[in-house]
């Protein structure tokens, strides 16, 4: 793992995810999942997360926080585009630290390291959901200075339904 970051938290590092952390990825994706009471829709494999996070055409990163040498929080992210900026963002998928790690700091760590990325890649804004029942990240993310948009719904297609929406192309 390479070392991008050394934070000013005593022995609490950030490292770039590297071909060979597959399994590990999947297991912070595990643990989020269970937080978030998704388990039954996790479907990834460690085969899909080399193919797209270290393949030949990697379509997303991952940063590791390393607490004492312990990998205790991630960080899954990629590159959208806003037309009103007219400059690239960071959208924020996943962000997850063990909870016997929480409150130390890691979170933020990770969070204020990806705004720090965006501001290096000159994106225009740093993004990400969050479930409306989950109260402490969401009081976790205002008190970074988040506003929560409120007037804007996510839509999502998947599965069979995505497929079905494919075949209507060019009818």
């Known amino acids: 793992m390479e070392l991008i970051y050394k934070t000013r938290i005593p022995d609490f590092e950030i490292h770039r995810a590297e071909k060979g952390d597959e399994m590990l990825v999947l297991e912070f994706i595990n643990h ?38 312990e990998v205790v929080g991630f960080a899954l992210f990629f590159h959208n585009f806003s037309t009103f900026l007219g400059k690239p963002g960071i959208y924020l998928e996943d962000l997850f630290v063990l909870e016997e790690f929480r409150g130390k700091g ?32 969401i009081k976790f993310y205002k008190s970074l200075g988040a506003s929560i948009m409120e007037e804007w719904l996510i839509n999502r297609v998947t599965g069979e339904k995505l497929e079905g929406m494919a075949k209507m192309f060019g009818k």
Request: aromatic share 12%; with cysteine.
């Open 106 to 137: 890691f979170g933020k760590s990770l969070l204020t390291y990806l705004a720090k990325l965006a501001v290096d890649r000159n994106c225009g804004r740093l993004e990400w959901s969050v479930l409306d029942w989950n109260e402490p990240a």
């Open 32 to 69: 989020l999942a269970v937080y978030e009471k998704l388990s039954h829709e996790v479907v990834a494999t460690a085969e899909d997360l080399g193919k797209y996070l270290f393949g030949e055409h990697r379509v997303a990163e991952v940063i590791l926080g390393k607490f004492k040498g």
